[in-house]
């Protein structure tokens, strides 16, 4: 059964840090990986998808990276501002309209 | 503006009540998704929808039932069989092209 596993749990930084939040599935057949930021008591918002042809993708601040052959996904944010504080959520699996989610990395960033 | 409603916001129910939780999309998406999302867990796939009057269970379904009659709708009841149903409960749809999934702001449902 796939599981998805982020790491760290949880950060907090102080404005300005670059960051990397990994994100770790037990198959390493990932269809489509998917990362998403929320808010508390909000929806999830889309941040970045990673199509089954590719190996990143980039968003302003954003990019994210997929190694399919290791399963492992990581999200880089650039130059981290109080606002990127939230719960970032990675997403994937082997079923292309299926996603199987990781628990989240709850990032906070002081100024 | 195209996007996802969930309504409503917060609901409250006695136990043994079932509850309908709308979820309505003007994205013109064929896909659509029910998720739990529980303290501490990642979200839970309930029931999925690819096309109008087929779905799906998912991994949780017991306790839940869904219609989808048409293609921007896709009502949720949670139904008194399901015994812990205190939850924040997200809707969401798709294309059938990227598989991309577009999020609702979700419903949060207290059981007493």
């Known amino acids: 059964k796939q599981e998805v596993t982020q790491i760290p749990a949880a950060l907090s930084v102080p404005e300005g840090e670059n960051l990397v939040l990994n994100c770790s599935f037990t198959d390493s057949a990932i269809y489509n990986l998917q990362w998403f930021r929320q808010d508390p008591g909000k929806g999830l918002t889309s941040l970045l998808l990673i199509q089954s042809s590719q190996r990143e993708q980039t968003s302003g601040r954003l990019n994210a990276s997929l190694d399919k052959s290791s399963g492992r996904s990581t999200l880089y944010i650039a130059a981290s501002q109080p606002g990127d504080s939230a719960t970032y959520l990675c997403a994937g699996g082997p079923y292309t309209d299926k996603l199987i989610f990781g628990t989240g990395t709850r990032l906070q960033v002081f100024p | 503006d195209g996007g996802i409603t969930q309504s409503p916001k917060y609901l409250f129910r006695k136990e043994g009540q079932n509850v309908t939780l709308s979820c309505e999309q003007n994205l013109n998406h064929d896909a659509m998704y029910w998720y739990r999302q529980d303290p501490g867990q990642g979200l839970r796939l309930i029931y999925y929808?690819?096309?109008?009057?087929?779905?799906q269970k998912g991994d949780i379904a017991e306790g839940y039932s869904v219609s989808r009659e048409k293609k921007e709708s896709f009502p949720l009841t949670v139904t008194s069989a399901q015994k812990n149903p205190t939850a924040f409960y997200l809707c969401a749809s798709g294309t059938g092209v990227s598989y991309e999934q577009y999020f609702g702001p979700g419903t949060r449902l207290t059981v007493t």
């Open positions: 929808s690819q096309i109008v009057n087929d779905f």
